[in-house]
């Protein structure tokens, strides 16, 4: 059972360049969220997606868009990258909501130079 | 808006000794859930432990248990007998509805 699947696992780029990054769940979750985290500030919610088909911003949406392309796949997306965006980037997943806890992927250390 | 405070920004405890995190709240609901989370280095996000709010009895998972005060917003983790592998960043983290709040977390050192 993977869980929850993210790619790339690293990524370097310029600014102003674009990407996209992965999401997978197997777990049959409704709901699924991207975080980044950067030193001395913990996680921080970018957006999430309570159920498929809906998508809701977040403490720092600024700079990022989300696509929920089905139940089980979720992608962020940098349309024009800046330095101020080089963090650790966490895709989590789960059931409901309530005392169900988050299930993480492994994390995309991204640098934008 | 709900916020997570975590005052320990960095803590060292001796292998076999006790240490308490500590974690306050903020949250105008009554509904709601906390979580204790470990980043070891590998920067994988692991649950410790986690307590419903309508419950009175603290939570308790082997070495790991939870103090927590309802009315003064506290939630605290204390690990028991210390072992080297607890040496991980710890998050306090609060759920109310669908997204997980988290506090800026205690990074934890157990020395031999």
């Known amino acids: 059972n993977a869980g929850v699947t993210q790619t790339p696992k690293f990524q370097v780029l310029k600014t102003g360049q674009s990407m996209t990054l992965q999401c997978a769940q197997d777990m049959n979750h409704n709901s699924m969220y991207w975080y980044r985290q950067d030193p001395g500030m913990g996680l921080r919610l970018i957006y999430y997606s309570a159920s498929e088909g809906t998508t809701d911003k977040g403490e720092v949406p600024n700079g990022y868009n989300v696509s929920r392309l089905n139940k089980r796949e979720f992608s962020l997306r940098l349309e024009s990258a800046a330095p101020s965006q080089t963090s650790v980037y966490f895709c989590a997943s789960s059931d409901l909501w309530g005392n169900e806890k988050l299930f993480f992927g492994s994390g995309t250390q991204l640098s934008v130079l | 808006a709900q916020t997570v405070t975590q005052s320990q920004p960095e803590m060292s405890v001796q292998e076999a000794e006790t240490v308490t995190l500590s974690c306050t709240y903020d949250t105008s609901e009554n509904n709601y859930y906390l979580f204790w989370y470990k980043q070891p280095p590998s920067r994988q996000m692991i649950l410790v432990i986690r307590q419903e709010a309508y419950k009175q009895q603290n939570a308790t998972e082997n070495r790991f248990s939870v103090n927590f005060q309802k009315a003064a917003k506290s939630f605290s983790l204390k690990i028991s007998d210390s072992q080297l592998g607890d040496t991980a960043m710890y998050f306090c983290?609060?759920?109310?509805?669908?997204?997980?709040?988290f506090g800026k977390g205690t990074s934890l050192l157990v020395t031999p």
């Open positions: 983290a609060l759920r109310s509805g669908y997204a997980l709040n």
